[in-house]
């Protein structure tokens, strides 16, 4: 059952991730599958759309990058200090029993893609996770992923410090040009990186589910806020989760978002 | 089952329509929102410069209520320029522009701009209980006040009726009806959402929307809505049309807010519970039940209440 009203909980655990990534776990579930949303409250500061990054129905996490006004207040709480939580909203990651997966994370996306590749190993599916970040000190969840049986893990950095110099989208790119073939991409990260993987799908013809990120007030279909043109649908109702055919027929995609006020800005 | 009907000259293919506030920022939602069955849609409330709304949270709920203090965003003129012009480049169903202000003059300003644009109707937004730091109380609390906003937003609408949206947090709001049809209304909006409500977080004792206060509606407030609906309409005497909303989540509650007075109905809330294809349901509900009652022209049920 979704949960609309915010209800705060105590941070049970905080893990310093990177330098400006942290997880929060709390000891409550939001029955949240891979690739939903929760909305986190931070009393008296705001509130925002998160990625649920781990929900076994006993425990959630929450993975975030100190970027805005309100992570950066977010990232000086400690275990005790209360959070607010509602959801799990939207859509999520879908996938049939044994297929052959390719997740592609970028930034931050890692922490949901986790998640994914978490349950979807349990419907043993052939699961490579190809995770991309700046550098060596922005890589995240790889001793998890690393970790978890079924997954084969592909490393790329912009710079080269570890694994493949470059894209991850490259990466995977350059494998299936050298035979490699996959059921169906799964990715979520930047919107450029989501419009990479959105082409090598067109191209070459195999499914992918996206994650798509937009201004959200409501989280349940209300506000208004995160309808994309021209098909005038909620991102947090439709999405964010969404196949890469209703993508193409986006035209805000890898184009432009829109503020709270509903303004556009390019990307 | 004709669920049709003509109000000052504008045709509707049914009787519902989207409410101010909910969806309703881009031409593309709107059109998503006829889509789905709506017979018109109202856009959300247009400022004359650009509005910041609250920050989150904005928009909260239980299973028996709503709270929202989304706090009326608005990038300004030249967005509604665009989006309206792009709706009414094939214009698939009647549009209602919101407007709004905090002060007189710019209700006037933006009425002028806003009917240049050529919209159905213009709703004049003088009742949102959740901007009165900035705002003040509403007008619709005031038979003068609203009585003034009526006068002077009449004067600049030329031929586009103007609905005054009407608060239900007011001793007599048949009074405040009047007052406005005596300055030149040619109908109402009855009613906005009601309170302003609040809700506590228990562990963090604070209020968990951000402005503190909101608006409150949902189902449980429609007999609420329904008793203002008749009022305004026996106050007027039935002579104006009235755009009855306030906890519409089925087709019976759409009849019941007609035979109250109500031309149109207004949906907002239940989208949340039913759906975005809400609209089409609850038309569905309206035509079953008039088929099996015998009612062949939805218009038959407008005040028609017995008493």
């Known amino acids: 059952m979704q949960n609309r009203l915010p209800t705060t909980y105590r941070i049970a655990s905080v893990k310093k991730e990177t330098a400006d990534v942290q997880t929060f776990t709390f000891e409550v579930s939001l029955g949240a599958r891979p690739g939903q949303f929760g909305m986190i409250w931070l009393p008296g500061v705001d509130e925002v759309p998160m990625s649920i990054a781990y929900d076994d129905g006993k425990q959630l996490k929450i993975t975030f990058f ?5 992570t950066k207040e977010l990232a000086k709480k400690k275990e005790g200090d209360l959070v607010g939580l509602r959801g799990p909203f939207g859509t999520n990651y879908e996938w049939k029993k044994g297929q052959k997966l390719a997740l592609l994370a970028g930034g931050y996306g890692a922490a949901p893609m986790y998640f994914t590749a978490h349950e979807a190993i349990k419907d043993n599916c052939d699961v490579h996770v190809f995770v991309g970040a700046r550098s060596k000190d922005h890589l995240l969840y790889i001793d998890e992923l690393g970790s978890l049986k079924g997954v084969t893990l592909h490393v790329a950095t912009d710079d080269g410090s570890e694994g493949y110099k470059g894209y991850n989208v490259n990466q995977l790119s350059e494998m299936i040009e050298g035979g490699e073939s996959f059921d169906e991409f799964l990715a979520c990260g930047p919107e450029m990186m989501l419009k990479a993987v959105s082409g090598i799908s067109s191209d070459k013809k ?12 409501c989280g349940y279909g209300l506000c208004g806020n995160c309808v994309v043109d021209p098909l005038g649908i909620r ?11 209703i993508c193409v027929q986006i035209t805000d995609f890898g184009k432009y978002h829109r503020d709270d006020v509903g303004r556009k800005h390019e990307f | 089952m004709n669920l049709s009907q003509k109000i000052l000259n504008v045709e509707f293919s049914n ?25 018109g849609i109202t856009t959300k409330s247009l400022w004359i410069r650009e509005h910041k709304g609250h920050p989150n949270p904005t928009v909260i709920a239980n299973e028996h209520w709503t709270l929202n203090a989304v706090g009326l965003p608005d990038a300004g003129p030249q967005k509604a320029r665009e989006e309206i012009g792009e709706y009414l480049k094939d214009k698939p169903a009647p549009l209602i522009a919101n407007i709004v202000a905090g002060k007189v003059e710019d209700f006037v300003a933006i009425a002028e701009i806003i009917c240049g644009l050529g919209p159905d109707f213009l709703e004049v937004n003088i009742s949102c209980p959740n901007v009165e730091d900035e705002c003040g109380k509403p007008f619709a609390c005031s038979a003068p006040d609203a009585k003034k906003v009526t006068e002077e937003v ?11 949206k009407l608060s239900p947090n007011v001793d007599d709001i048949g009074a405040i009806a009047v007052a406005c049809a005596e300055a030149g209304a040619d109908g109402f909006t009855a009613v906005n959402t009601f309170g302003p409500g609040m809700a506590i977080d228990l562990k963090s004792r604070q209020p968990i929307l951000a402005n503190k206060v909101g608006g409150l509606s949902g189902p449980g407030l429609k007999p609420i809505a329904v008793r203002c609906i008749h009022d305004v309409y026996k106050a007027t005497g039935g002579k104006l049309p009235i755009i009855g909303t306030g906890g519409v989540h089925t087709g019976e509650d759409a009849l019941e807010m007609m035979i109250a007075g109500a031309s149109l109905v207004g949906i907002g809330t239940s989208i949340g519970e039913r759906g975005q294809d809400v609209f089409k349901k609850v038309c569905d509900e309206m035509n079953e039940w008039c088929e099996t009652e015998g009612v062949s022209e939805i218009s038959e049920l407008i005040g028609s209440m017995s008493e």
Do not use: H
């Open chain 1, 66 to 70: 100190a970027v805005g006004d309100m």
């Open chain 1, 206 to 217: 195999i499914p992918s589910q996206l994650s798509l990120e937009r201004y959200m007030k």
């Open chain 1, 235 to 245: 991102l947090c109702i439709d999405g964010p989760v969404i196949n890469n055919d």
């Open chain 2, 15 to 39: 009787p519902t329509v989207l409410a101010s506030g909910i969806w309703g920022i881009t031409a593309s939602s709107w059109k998503r929102v006829v889509e789905n069955g709506a017979g």
């Open chain 2, 154 to 164: 009449k004067k600049v609408s030329g031929d586009v009726p103007i609905f005054i």
